[in-house]
Structure formats: C-alpha cells, structure tokens
C-alpha cells in the first residue's frame, strides 16, 4: 500500500474537514499514553466531524518512513497543510494548542469552496439562459422533430411486428387446407381409374365442392393479406356482422373431419340449439376454430377425441371451447404460447401452439374477446375464447 493510498487529499467536490493520522505500537508502555489520546479525540468527534485513522506501525511502515516519526504514539495532521508531527507526551497539550487554529482554517477552507461553487454555478446559470435565449426556437423544433420521428418509428414497428404474425400464421393455416385439396384430388384421381357408378358419381361432387371450398379458403387468407400489404395496417380490420357459430361450427367440423378420422381421433360438437349470434367477422373466426382445432388434433394421441363446446356464457357473451386430451401445458407457459413465435420446449422437433395462437389472440381481442386456456400437465388442454353476442354491438377502432 503507497503512502498516497492511505488517505484522499480534499478536491473541489470533496467535503472539507480536518483529517488526523494517530500512529500506535503495541509497546504496554505507551498504552495508557494511547488510550488518553483516544478518548480525548472521541470526546471531539461528537461535537465536531473529523476523520482518523488510526494506524499500527507494523501494518504499515512505509507510512513511518513518510511522514519520519521517531516515537509512538505520534498524531499526525495530514490536513489542512501544512504538515504537522506530535509525537510522545505532547500530542494532548499541542493538541489543545492548535486545535482552534485548525478549525478555523477548515472554515475558511470551506467557505472559499462554497463561493467558488456558487460562482461556478452562477456562471453555469448565466450562460445556460443565454443559450436558451439563443436557441429556445431551435432547440422547441428539433424536439418536436424528434417526437414526431419517434412516433413514425413506433408505429412502423408496430407495422413489422403485425406483418411479420399474418406471415407466419397465413404460412401455418394454409397448411391445413392445401392437405385437404391434395387429399380430395389423389382421391379423385383414384376414382377416375375405376368404373363409374351411382356411389362413385357423389363421391366425385362430394370431392369436388370439398377442394373448391379448401381453395376458396386458400383464396380469402391471400386476400386478405394482400389487402393488408396495401393499406399498411397495424391491426386486424375486422368487419364484424351477425354471425351463427353453430352453422359455422358444423361446417369447419365437416371440412376437417377426414384429417381426424385418418388420425384416429373423434371429433365431438357440442352446440347448444339455443346458441345465440355473436357479433363478429366470419373470417377471422373461422380461422381461430381452425387453429384451435388443429392444435387439439396435432397433440391428442390417437384413440382420443377432441371437443368443440360451445356456451352462452352470460347475456351478453358467448364462450366456445376447444377441449384436448393431449400433453398439457405447464403453467409457466400458458401465456407464453399466446406470444408470436413460441413454441413449447417439447415440441422443439415439431410445429408448436405458437404460431397462429398470437394472431387468434390478435383477432378475438379486436372482437373485444378474451382467449386463454386452462391446462393440466399430461391431462389436456382446453382452449376457450368469448365473443359479444349480437346485440351488444362492436365498435372496431
């Protein structure tokens, strides 16, 4: 340790006070002498703040050699300068002697600080309003420039983060109906090798509407996005109007049914009759059916079933339900999904939840709905999202 590491001589910005170095040994001799010294400095420092340090010679004699003591005990004033050594039976009357002096001249220290600082601070002030004066025009202008750039940002980036979730779930949900289309076509094509009959003539009608339907899905999802490309839109525009869920239930049950029974799993509707109209946009709500449904089936092992609830929750909401018998989803993960892009750890290998349920949370909130899901690990998942019923009109803003 350097000598000029054992204390910090003041600066400006440093508190000025009086700053002593008391020098002891461990001699039995000199530890009455020490201890009068001590106390006599405690009794000081409670009505006055100082600082001491006190030191063993033996810690640190490179201090000795500095400051050339010859005896212990030895007080040392390191500050204010100068430099002053009282040594052995001395130091109380000394002490006493210069004690007064010493305060003194840390006032005066002090008070030349504080005029400087105010000085410094005036003249701080004065130039500061001047450049105000100077410049408040300017400098109003470049803030209301740099406001209005930061909005443009924002809203930009708002634009890319919307853009980038139609992308990945127009990618995802067209998955769903390109296999339907290739399903209806390979088997068409497996027809067109065989006789005609009553039987097979349905079938071809029946698969010929099935892959019109898959392509007019197809056709609306590209659409739409195109539309959303032009307009530059930062959310959803949802045109909402009366809709039936149960007809639309049934109708995306049947488009899909195959995919269930090659899979083997049941898909079950339960739909009150009584099921009021919601308030919403067909499109957008098929979408969330079809992708919830596809989840349920992607992770329900073959042999299960998977249900589609549909409740007239209060007057004014309907809640329908996607139930699972899959893995489950562990608690810390289930707003997690909801999120743009994540995908469960398990399923790392394979399509995860995440892709399209960010936009179904997207398109059930500008409904004024809520989605969730309630989930038990190795016992399913159930997938619920409400709408407003009919009469409760939605204000899209």
């Not at 979730?165 to 068409?188: F, N």
């Not at 909401?317 to 909801?338: C, L, M, N, W, Y």
């Not at 899901?373 to 409760?392: A, I, K, N, R």
Request: charged share 25%; with cysteine; proline share 5%.
């Amino acid at each position: 340790m350097s000598a000029e590491d054992s204390f910090q001589f003041p600066s400006e910005t440093t508190d000025i006070q009086l700053r002593l170095l008391l020098f002891t040994d461990a001699r039995l001799a000199h530890r009455h002498e020490i201890k009068r010294v001590q106390d006599y400095l405690d009794c000081l420092h409670e009505k006055i703040d100082f600082s001491l340090e006190i030191i063993n010679i033996k810690d640190q004699p490179q201090l000795v050699e500095l400051y050339r003591l010859v005896a212990t005990p030895s007080l040392v004033k390191v500050f204010p300068e100068p430099l002053q050594v009282f040594a052995g039976s001395n130091i109380l009357p000394d002490l006493e002697r210069w004690w007064g002096q010493w305060l003194e001249t840390i006032a005066e220290l002090r008070q030349q600080a504080s005029d400087r600082q105010k000085t410094e601070e005036t003249n701080c002030d004065r130039l500061l309003a001047a450049s105000q004066t100077e410049h408040s025009k300017e400098v109003m202008r470049l803030a209301d420039e740099i406001f209005q750039l930061q909005r443009e940002k924002d809203d930009l980036l708002k634009q890319i983060q919307f853009k980038d979730q139609i992308l990945a779930m127009l990618a995802h949900d067209l998955r769903s109906p390109l296999t339907g289309t290739s399903l209806a076509l390979e088997t068409l094509e497996i027809l067109d090798r065989r006789p005609p009959t009553e039987k097979t003539a349905s079938l071809r009608e029946q698969l010929h509407r099935q892959a019109k339907n898959q392509l007019q899905i197809m056709g609306r999802m590209i659409t739409e996005l195109l539309q959303e490309s032009r307009q530059l839109l930062t959310k959803l525009d949802v045109k909402p109007q009366p809709l039936a869920l149960a007809p639309l239930c049934q109708q995306i049950a049947e488009q899909i049914q195959e995919r269930f029974q090659r899979k083997s799993i049941r898909l079950i509707l339960d739909l009150p009759r009584d099921l009021p109209d919601v308030y919403g946009d067909r499109e957008l709500v098929r979408q969330v059916i079809v992708n919830l449904l596809d989840n349920a089936m992607k992770y329900s092992p073959a042999g299960e079933s998977v249900r589609l609830v549909g409740l007239h929750r209060t007057l004014q909401q309907v809640q329908i339900s996607v139930i699972d018998t899959g893995h489950g989803i562990p608690e810390a993960e289930r707003e997690k999904i909801f999120e743009g892009h994540f995908r469960l750890k398990r399923d790392a290998t394979q399509e995860g939840y995440g892709l399209g349920l960010a936009v179904c949370r997207q398109i059930i909130q500008a409904h004024h709905g809520r989605i969730w899901v309630d989930s038990t690990p190795g016992q399913g998942s159930e997938f619920h999202f409400t709408l407003p019923v009919s009469g409760d009109r939605l204000n899209p803003s």
